[in-house]
């Protein structure tokens, strides 16, 4: 019994040897800092996914296919951005589009999946002119998913 009793003394609460940090309160702000901080915040978001300068292609749709219709659309991609830039001189960036080619070659589910441009406006539109886009047939699968890349640099 006297083990079992110096076991659990041991194994008891021990007091902090520094005393706990304590936490001030928060300072109050007024409804202009938040507004200002609001306004602050980055348009759009910013994704964890690295944006590579080549197409990532998983499926039956060979790259010069890809290119060939994503060449004849860049005039209306950069449109997107050069809209926005209007607005804000110093806006430069890249998108990463990610989107499936069916086997038809119609595109489904067109979305921005990484950026660092934070415009979602131009964003939208860049998906919206990706998601219209119609691709040669699949030379095999059901299914293409692509992840393309657009940057634009500032000038």
């Known amino acids: 019994m006297l083990p079992l009793i110096l076991t659990l003394l041991a194994c008891g609460p021990e007091t902090p040897s520094e005393p706990e940090a304590t936490v ?3 300072e109050a702000t007024t409804g202009t800092e938040v507004a200002k901080a609001e306004e602050a915040k980055p348009a759009g978001r910013i994704g964890g996914v690295p944006i590579l300068p080549d197409p990532i292609i ?3 749709i060979s790259v010069d296919a890809l ?4 060449a004849s659309k860049l005039e209306t991609i950069n449109d997107c951005f050069e809209a926005e ?3 804000a001189p110093d806006l430069s960036g890249k998108v990463l589009v990610k989107f499936s080619i069916r086997e038809d070659g119609s595109v489904r ?3 921005t999946h990484s950026t660092s441009l934070r415009n979602e406006t131009a964003e939208a539109c860049m998906t919206k002119t990706v998601a219209a886009m119609t691709f040669p047939e699949l030379e095999n699968g059901g299914l293409a998913v692509v992840h393309y890349p657009f940057e634009f ?3």
């Open 67 to 70: 290119n060939g219709v994503m």
């Open 85 to 87: 830039r209007m607005k």
């Open 58 to 60: 998983l499926g039956g």
């Open 109 to 111: 589910n067109a979305s």
């Open 24 to 26: 001030a309160a928060p």
């Open 153 to 155: 640099p500032r000038t």
